[in-house]
T-cell receptor
Framework: KAGVTQTPRYLIKTRGQQVTLSCSPI?????VSWYQQTPGQGLQFLFE???????NKGNFPGRFSGRQFSNSRSEMNVSTLELGDSALYLC??????????????FGPGTRLTVL | GENVEQHPSTLSVQEGDSAVIKCTYS??????FPWYKQELGKRPQLIID?????GEKKDQRIAVTLNKTAKHFSLHITETQPEDSAVYFC????????????FGAGTRLFVKA
């Protein structure tokens, strides 16, 4: 079974631009979560989607948004990029939505650099 | 808001020694506590987890303990090996609809041969 894939793997943007990142979950997985990873901050929860609905959201500004398609693939968008948005963006997929019964599997991440 | 504090941020041990990483969570609704290992340049991988109705769980050289009253949970690695060197993240998941997993800031573990 193929693992979680993310595209692109690396991205360089300039301040003020917008960016769209893509995540393809493991086949059959319907929950996709997004995290921002920066040095010293660990993984910060962005949002979680299940069956095309956002079920949970972290404490990020409205510039961060996402969506999920009927095939469970998910995209996240960041508008008006700031230097502080430079980070590794990880998505994780799971079969269902109960954390204690559904292991999350992470993708390799997209490294976003904002200049 | 929900918060998970993790200590220490860096831990250096001699091969064969034990390593202990401690975490504290703030939201009493948290009911599931996974631990992830992230090797350099790789994705985080689940290594062990514990549910709120269990006080301790062990898997070979790794054990996790949970004190719900104090909102503390810890990872114990015994007989450490160089391949244990990585960043370890604790996390707490909130009971309720869907995933909302709050991670600690991570502990970089160095195991010296």
């Amino acid at each position: 079974k193929a693992g979680v894939t993310q595209t692109p793997r690396y991205l360089i943007k300039t301040r003020g631009q917008q960016v769209t990142l893509s995540c393809s979950p493991i086949s059959g997985h319907r929950s996709v979560s997004w995290y921002q990873q920066t040095p010293g901050q660990g993984l910060q929860f962005l949002f979680e989607y299940f069956s095309e609905t956002q079920r949970n959201k972290g404490n990020f500004p409205g510039r961060f948004s996402g969506r999920q398609f009927s095939n469970s693939r998910s995209e996240m968008n960041v508008s008006t990029l700031e230097l502080g948005d430079s980070a590794l963006y990880l998505c994780a997929s799971s079969l269902g939505t109960s954390p204690e019964f559904n292991e999350q599997f992470f993708g390799p991440g997209t490294r976003l650099t904002v200049l | 808001g929900e918060n998970v504090e993790q200590h220490p941020s860096t831990l250096s041990v001699q091969e064969g020694d034990s390593a202990v990483i401690k975490c504290t969570y703030s939201d009493s609704a948290s009911n599931y506590f996974p631990w992830y290992k992230q090797e350099l340049g790789k994705r985080p991988q689940l290594i062990i987890d514990i549910r709120s109705n269990v006080g301790e769980k062990k898997d070979q050289r790794i054990a996790v303990t949970l004190n719900k009253t104090a909102k503390h949970f810890s990872l114990h690695i015994t007989e450490t090996q160089p391949e244990d060197s990585a960043v370890y993240f604790c996390a707490a998941s909130i009971r309720g609809g869907g995933f909302k997993t709050i991670f600690g800031a991570g502990t970089r573990l160095f195991v010296k041969a």
